[in-house]
């Protein structure tokens, strides 16, 4: 099913509103509605701005652990040139692996870290059997690195697991549609009071789509840091990577200036099955 983001959603949402007023003549008395509009609009402005403040304060520590992870990574690989070409070659294909599994579970429910943990670890054993080294400068810092990176793993973790229940939509839902319904209810006094509605109906969707987004990770339709992490593919000097099923769902968008991909054709969690694509 294909993803739709706050802003097309609640496009969609004005449409079928305007067609709902033209269509409905509402007959109920203002009085009839008060308590309820009064009720249920109070009650779902503090809930509503309560989730939208924990989100997005969940957004930013997720973006800031994402960014710090990839700076990592990067360094990482930059230092293991100076072991030579069959070291940093393991690094490479390995640190390649990895965002690879990251990518595939980019914005799924799903949790990636258990699935990217064999390759994590892989990088671990290979600094592991480069004992001979262990004093050097250069070395202690990709030993902290995959310290740093780990910590950053972990938070990120605990932080994605972190969702509204549906509990919580239940309620949300059914006091936008309480709200949204008696305002429909009433009866329209010329076309001011109607447009009113359309605007205020409408705006309650885009409130509930914002809380979704930023649920799943989306600020602006657009995946958390999607580009941070195709600019590690492009620095160890390998082609992007996409994963079919964010392409058919309209998660990620292939930028058109990229001329040559890689695509998987893979789901999530499968062995990779994996091909090279030219973007025309």
């Given at each position: ?15 079928i ?10 007959t ?6 008060e ?7 109070f ?6 701005g ?5 989100l ?11 960014g ?15 072991y030579?070409?069959e ?9 390649d ?11 799924i ?12 670890l892989?990088?671990?054993d290979?600094?592991i ?16 690195h995959?310290?740093s ?6 938070n ?9 229940t ?10 936008a ?21 359309i ?6 969707i ?8 930023l ?6 339709g657009?995946l958390?840091?999607?580009?941070s992490?195709?600019?590690?593919f ?8 996409y ?10 968008k ?7 991909y890689r695509?998987g054709?893979?789901k ?8 090279v694509?030219?973007?025309?």
């Amino acid at each position: 099913m294909r993803y739709v983001s706050a802003v097309p959603g609640t496009f969609l949402a004005l449409i079928i509103f305007i067609i709902t007023a033209v269509l409905f003549k509402g007959t109920g008395n203002l009085k009839d509605v008060e308590l309820f509009l009064t009720v249920s609009t109070f009650l779902f402005a503090i809930l509503s701005g309560f989730f939208i403040s924990r989100l997005n304060s969940r957004y930013d520590r997720m973006r800031e652990y994402i960014g710090s992870e990839d700076a990592l990574w990067l360094s990482l690989y930059k230092t293991s040139q100076l072991y030579g070409k069959e070291f940093s070659e393991k690094i490479k294909e390995l640190i390649d692996r990895y965002c690879i599994v990251s990518f595939d579970f980019y914005g799924i429910k799903e949790d990636s870290y258990k699935h990217s943990m064999k390759y994590f670890l892989g990088i671990s054993d290979e600094l592991i059997k480069m004992k001979k080294y262990r004093n050097e400068e250069a070395f202690g810092k990709m030993l902290n690195h995959i310290s740093s990176i780990e910590e950053k793993r972990n938070n990120y973790s605990v932080l994605s697991l972190e969702r509204m229940t549906k509990g919580q939509w239940y309620v949300l839902i059914s006091l936008a549609a309480i709200i949204i319904l008696n305002m429909f209810y009433m009866e329209p006094i010329g076309i001011y009071s109607q447009i009113t509605v359309i605007l205020l109906s409408t705006t309650l969707i885009l409130v509930l789509l914002i809380i979704r987004d930023l649920q799943n990770e989306r600020m602006g339709g657009k995946l958390l840091l999607s580009e941070s992490g195709q600019k590690i593919f492009e620095t160890i000097g390998r082609p992007r990577y996409y994963n079919e099923h964010h392409i058919k769902n309209g998660t990620l968008k292939i930028p058109k200036d990229i001329k040559t991909y890689r695509l998987g054709l893979h789901k999530p969690g499968e062995d990779f099955d994996i091909e090279v694509v030219e973007n025309s």
